[in-house]
């Protein structure tokens, strides 16, 4: 059940990106309800709401109940609670949900237009982007009207009117086992979708960036000796060619055009080659190229550099020692760090790391704030702020560094006690952050003008959600010669059946027990039972020990429906089997839901077909639990949450 809890619990710090100009309101979280509260700290709508998104344009979407509808700045609604689901208002229109189907709506609630689009933006500029179930991609209109054809396989964002897409069979690497040629589908189309350079010309087009997009153009030929000749270079706004520079020798263009040079991979041919070595990493370099193909910074103690910025370029040497450079290759001082903060000047400032402390430099090396900080955070300077963080003191945090907030002149604004703040930074005057592990919200000068207080009800409750929950029945059993692939850990092990149990004999049996007779934090669950009372083992496909298995609903038209799903993994070593041995059962928890919609709830669980010679096309056979009523909200037939993985060790994506 971790990851219910997480997903319950863990506040997600995101504002809406279509803000207007209008008075500010910042959620609160209190009792598990959600209000609003003024930059002062004010309370201006009690914490009523079960769900609710951020203001924008004056509206924000929100439910008491199942249905979302839209609330003005006093709490009321506006658009009186109908939809599954709903988004925020951008450019006078918001999306909507019944029944899983999205469609369009203004500020009075009525309908504009549907889509039969699975997933769909927001609207930007008068366009929003959608997807088709295979993922194309392309945009419509504010009437629903495809302004750029679903036929992309991907379309990076719009820049000064461009956009870089690539269709559905761009592969710039030919398959030799399998016979496949290279197919280079990457082109550049403008806002009304009409290519301005077309598919087949290049290999790879990077996005627009100082007036010039970089371009790879196939290679006519292979040299077994060189490599690739194919070439690099830079194409402007009505696709005219630059220069190129060919991958000849083991060169290559690797960066866009800054301060009028552009990154270049060189290599060091008086180093004798070993036989049968084609290029090594030890005798490649970094130098620059002007905007006319002339490399002009050439320097073989160059070993790393980055791209260019306000004139300047960071350099790495053998020794993994930053300096710095001009445009015409020259060092700025003697001066070495150790780390620098995103690798590349912003605004005229870098953070660098010296004698293990964070500082503050210009272009000429002077030290705004001397190196005194443990760390900087990874976005380094917004504005005039900056976030910095020291090790958390505390070993039994899940924590391990607390932020604090500082001025561009390294006067402290915010000490280092928060555990996480809102990104974007301050809006309208507060910030978003959590302190104590308790949500929290402080002005510009380090004042906290609002912070949660702790729940007073403590009261055992249903499951009130209003999306698909993730699987989260999770089983372990000791290895055995048949189980595949490695095994997943849980605590969940199998127990011995007594001989006063109930289970049904010579089978095996999903069982959920009619009452809540248990709790999953602060809601009421119910005990699952899977038992094998059988002769043989069984065996059960899963993921990191979740089993093959999650609950089921009867929709309105008394058709069993998923209301829970099993998330896909992209790392092999997720997959493995489990085993039940005859005469042993797992306990589980389900919650215990509740919504508008009153129905019955059965869980499905599959596990491997142990008789694979006689039925090859069924490899899983699907057993059921017994019924049992409940109630749940429209939106968990069908809506799945975004999920991002932490690393390695969670390696889900939806």
């Not at 710095?324 to 790391?353: H, M, P, Q």
């Not at 958390?392 to 945090?397: A, E, G, I, K, V």
């Not at 055995?480 to 092990?493: A, E, V």
Request: aromatic content about 16%.
């Amino acid at each position: 059940m971790k990851y219910l809890i997480i997903a319950l619990f863990t506040m997600i710090f995101t504002t809406c990106k279509s803000q207007t100009s209008e008075i500010r309101l910042f959620q609160i979280f209190e009792n598990g309800k959600i209000g609003f509260i003024d930059s002062t700290g004010k309370v201006v709508i009690k914490p009523v709401f079960l769900s609710a998104g951020e203001f924008s344009e004056g509206l924000a979407s929100a439910r008491i109940n199942g249905t979302y509808g839209f609330i003005d700045a006093t709490g009321n609604f506006v658009i009186k609670p109908q939809f599954d689901y709903a988004t925020y208002f951008s450019e006078g229109l918001a999306l909507a949900y019944l029944e899983g189907k999205p469609f369009f709506i203004n500020k009075q609630g009525k309908k504009q237009f549907e889509t039969d689009f699975p997933f769909i933006e927001s609207f930007v500029d008068g366009m929003a982007k959608v997807y088709t179930e295979t993922g194309k991609v392309g945009y419509i209109d504010k009437k629903g009207a495809l302004i750029i054809d679903t036929v992309f396989s991907r379309i990076n964002p719009f820049n000064d009117g461009l956009a870089v897409v690539y269709g559905a069979n761009h592969h710039p690497y030919a398959d030799t086992k399998k016979g496949t040629p290279a197919s280079f589908e990457a082109g550049i189309i403008d806002t009304l979708g009409q290519f301005i350079v077309p598919f087949g010309k290049y290999e790879n087009i990077y996005d627009f960036e100082n007036g010039y997009f970089r371009v790879d153009i196939p290679a006519e030929s292979w040299d077994t000796e060189d490599g690739s000749t194919k070439q690099t270079g830079f194409i402007d706004k009505q696709g005219k060619l630059l220069f190129a520079k060919s991958h000849k020798n083991h060169t290559w263009i690797e960066g866009n055009l800054h301060s009028g040079l552009a990154k270049i991979n060189l290599y060091k041919y008086w180093i004798p080659e070993e036989k049968g070595v084609l290029s090594t990493s030890t005798k490649n370099y970094s130098g620059f190229i002007n905007t006319t193909g002339e490399i002009v910074i050439d320097d073989t103690n160059y070993t790393y550099a980055e791209e260019f910025s306000d004139n300047r370029a960071f350099v790495r040497n053998e020794k993994y020692e930053r300096f710095i450079i001009d445009t015409k290759g020259k060092r700025i001082s003697d001066n070495v760090y150790s780390y620098v903060l995103g690798e590349r000047f912003n605004n005229g400032v870098a953070f660098v790391k010296k004698n293990g402390k964070y500082g503050l430099i210009d272009t000429n090396e002077n030290f705004i704030i001397q190196p005194r900080f443990e760390g900087i955070d990874e976005r380094g300077m917004t504005g005039d702020y900056f976030y910095f963080y020291d090790w958390n003191p505390d070993n039994n945090s899940h924590y391990d560094k607390l932020y604090g907030m500082a001025k561009k002149d390294g006067s402290i604004i915010i000490q280092p006690v928060m555990q996480q703040y809102d990104f974007s930074g301050f809006y309208k005057g507060v910030l978003r952050c959590m302190i104590g592990n308790k949500v929290s919200y402080i002005n510009t000068e380090g004042k906290t003008v609002w912070q949660k207080s702790p729940d007073t009800t403590k009261q055992i409750s249903k499951l009130n959600i209003d999306f698909m929950n993730r699987g989260y029945f999770y089983a372990y059993s000791k290895p055995h010669k048949n189980d595949l692939g490695g095994h997943g850990n849980s605590r969940n092990i199998p127990v011995e059946i007594s001989e006063s149990s109930s289970f049904p004999e010579n089978t095996l049996s999903l069982i959920v027990s009619s009452e809540a007779e248990d709790t999953i934090s602060l809601f009421k669950a119910r005990k699952v039972f899977v038992a094998n009372t059988s002769k043989n083992n069984v065996l059960f496909n899963a993921q990191d020990s979740r089993l093959s298995m999650k609950v089921q609903a009867k929709n309105k038209q008394g058709e069993w429906k998923d209301i829970e799903y099993l998330p896909s993994s992209w790392c092999g070593n997720s997959y493995h089997t489990l085993t039940l041995e005859p005469n042993y059962y797992w306990t589980f928890l389900t919650p215990v839901y509740e919504g508008d919609f009153k129905t019955k709830l059965r869980i499905e669980l599959q596990y491997a077909n142990p008789d694979k010679e006689v039925s090859k096309d069924k490899k899983e056979i699907t057993v059921y639990s017994n019924e049992f009523e409940s109630s749940i909200n429209p939106g968990q037939f069908w809506r799945q949450q975004q999920y991002y993985p932490n690393g390695i060790m969670d390696p889900y994506n939806n």
